[in-house]
């Protein structure tokens, strides 16, 4: 089935430092989708990208989906203690299947 | 609107023991998910409903494990018997539209210890 890959899958950085998290499928995605969960939270939706070469902001948060639609990067500019969480991409199953796959998710602490 | 509510919260048994895990998804969602984190497998899709019928229940690990939603506003995740390895964090989720294309609302979470 589709496999939603997530890179790198720890992130440490100072605060006011810039984080980015990629993810890659091997097929094209449909569109593709970003959580975030808190530390003893719970997934909450950021966002959904569904055209090709699509970029997406919000605040300090940029979101991009490939051109070739297989890929996506979420971008986080001069990061915050509140950042501090999991980033999860998550993309449709494929082979017929409708369900979310999720990536890994990439875990994010910010150092004040 | 409350959002999804799941109950209980925390729930630590024996190993043997049966567990049934509740959610409440919002209301007017026709799309109900059951999920399972762990740090080794990340966010697994056990099962999902459409309109109370469950459509693809490909991720349920074992027999052991059931899923029954008998009305829109009510679903269970059964484990019986429950083994350690069940020992993970589980989600509820529901959404309006299809389960890919439209935002999934997660709840709180279900945090199942098996001793």
């Known amino acids: 089935g589709q496999q939603v890959m997530q890179i790198p899958q720890y992130q440490h950085v100072q605060e006011g430092e810039d984080f980015t998290t990629y993810c890659n499928s091997s097929?094209?995605?449909?569109?593709i989708q970003w959580y975030k969960q808190r530390p003893g939270g719970h997934p909450v939706f950021l966002i959904q990208l569904v055209k090709s070469g699509e970029v997406k902001k919000q605040k300090r948060l940029t979101f991009q989906f490939g051109e070739a639609k297989k890929n996506s990067s979420l971008h986080i500019t001069a990061t915050q203690t509140t950042d501090v969480g999991t980033y999860f991409c998550a993309g449709p199953g494929g082979g017929g299947s409708e369900k979310l796959v999720f990536g890994k998710g990439t875990k994010l602490t910010v150092n004040p | 609107d409350a959002g999804v509510i799941q109950s209980p919260r925390h729930e630590v048994t024996e190993m043997g023991q049966e567990v049934t895990l509740r959610c409440k998804p919002i209301s007017g969602h026709d799309y109900l998910f059951w999920y399972r984190q762990t740090m080794m497998r990340g966010l697994e899709l056990l099962i999902y409903?459409?309109?109370?019928?469950?459509?693809?229940d490909s991720g349920m690990p074992e027999d052991r494990f059931s899923a029954k939603m008998p009305n829109a506003s009510f679903s269970t995740l059964k484990i019986q018997p429950s083994e350690p390895r069940d020992s993970a964090v589980y989600f509820c989720a529901s959404s309006s539209r299809g389960p890919s294309t439209d935002t999934q609302y997660f709840g709180p979470g279900t945090r199942l210890t098996v001793l």
């Open positions: 409903f459409n309109n109370n019928v469950p459509i693809d």
């Open positions: 097929t094209t995605l449909s569109n």
